[in-house]
């Protein structure tokens, strides 16, 4: 059985509807793992969308521990760690504690599901966590925004969505699982033609996120997230795929630079269109 740690920081409904589904997963037993421990880096009291997530998790029976990494630095008088620049002293600090409260619940994987923390290298280098990405192995870094607006800049012809191993890096890990999807063709033709004749930055200037092909994209790429994580937790409980001195390999031990899940994602989008 695969045991999972999960880590989020419940900023809304799409942390607690993936928490949902791989629980429903699990309770069905058609995923043959087990989530031994859920980790917030909020508590109780601290934001509305987070005690929802308690409450859910509290439901499922499920063991929770929090720590506050707002009230954790406050404590400290330290400053926010400013976006660029390394992390702070207090972060590496603020993991070590995390894995001391972790440490009665031992698990195999560790899932960061909507944890609005860039993992410090005693995270990383402790566990094997697993973070999804709204972008092909091939594709850029950065929030599905940017991922978005760099795709139609470029032209691209697909996109797709990944799960890799956290590192410090954001967004860099190594690739372990992915699907990818087109996103030219007869579909998307007319709005192509658009942003080829308006070009891209006038098209983010009037329309913003609310241009039929930057909503278009982001529907594909929503449609096959959730699939995405838990045909992952699958393979890994399976034993398909593992990870091996911080690289994912296949059942002969073999590295892959991502285990390519596209046939089956597109059958579970299928079948929902249905």
Known sequence: MLKLAWFSTGRGAGSRRLLATVQDEISAGRLDARIEVVFCNREPGQDAQTDQLFEQVRGYG???????????????????AAAGEPLPAWRLDFDREVVRLLEPYPFDLGVLAGYMLICTEILCERYDLLNLHPAAPDGPPGTWQEVIWHLMGKGLDHSGVRMHLATTELDMGPPVTYCTYPIHGSAFDEMWWEV?????????????EENALFQTIRRQG?????????????????????VRDKQ???????QVAGFDLTDEIERIVERAKI
């Open 196 to 208: 080829e004749k308006r070009g891209v930055a006038a098209i983010k200037s009037e329309d913003g």
């Open 248 to 254: 994912g390999v296949d059942a002969q031990g073999r």
């Open 62 to 80: 499920l063991p929770l521990i929090y720590l506050s990494t707002l009230c954790f630095r406050r404590e400290r008088g330290e400053s926010p």
């Open 222 to 242: 929503v449609a096959r997230e959730l699939p995405l994580v838990v045909e992952t937790l699958r393979t890994f409980a399976d034993g398909r795929v593992r």
